[in-house]
């Protein structure tokens, strides 16, 4: 099990961007990680995905072309810039292990709002 703590999310306006970042408690080198987000009321979805060497990603096609997902496996970090949020972005944004599974952690609150 790998333990992972999500951080830098917060409160901004329509357009606005904000950088989330998350840090494992170890190597995550060899694994590919994801970002997912929860909506109140509804399920968790998946929003973006990266391999473990950080040449591929896949974004659902609601974030598509505005989050760009990227990790530093030397710090064991993984990161997601939002850029032009929409209110339909609020969320409480976990990372986690891709198709692997693992705890999740406790997320960070994206609230886009005018």
């Known amino acids: 099990q790998v333990q992972l703590v999500e951080s830098g999310g917060g409160l901004v306006q329509p357009g606005g961007s904000l950088r989330l970042s998350c840090a494992a408690s170890?190597?995550?080198?060899?694994?590919?990680m994801a970002w997912y987000r929860q909506a109140l009321g509804n399920q968790r979805e998946l929003v973006a995905v990266?391999?473990?060497?950080?040449?591929?990603?896949n974004y659902a096609d609601s974030v598509k072309g505005r989050f760009t997902i990227s990790r530093d496996n030397a710090k064991n970090t993984v990161y997601l810039q939002m850029n032009s949020l929409k209110p339909e972005d609020t969320a409480v944004y976990y990372c986690?292990?891709?198709?692997?599974?693992?705890?999740w952690g406790q997320g960070t609150q994206v609230t886009v709002s005018s």
């Open positions: 986690n292990v891709y198709g692997i599974f693992n705890s």
């Open positions: 170890g190597s995550i080198f060899s694994i590919s």
């Open positions: 990266i391999t473990s060497g950080g040449d591929i990603t």
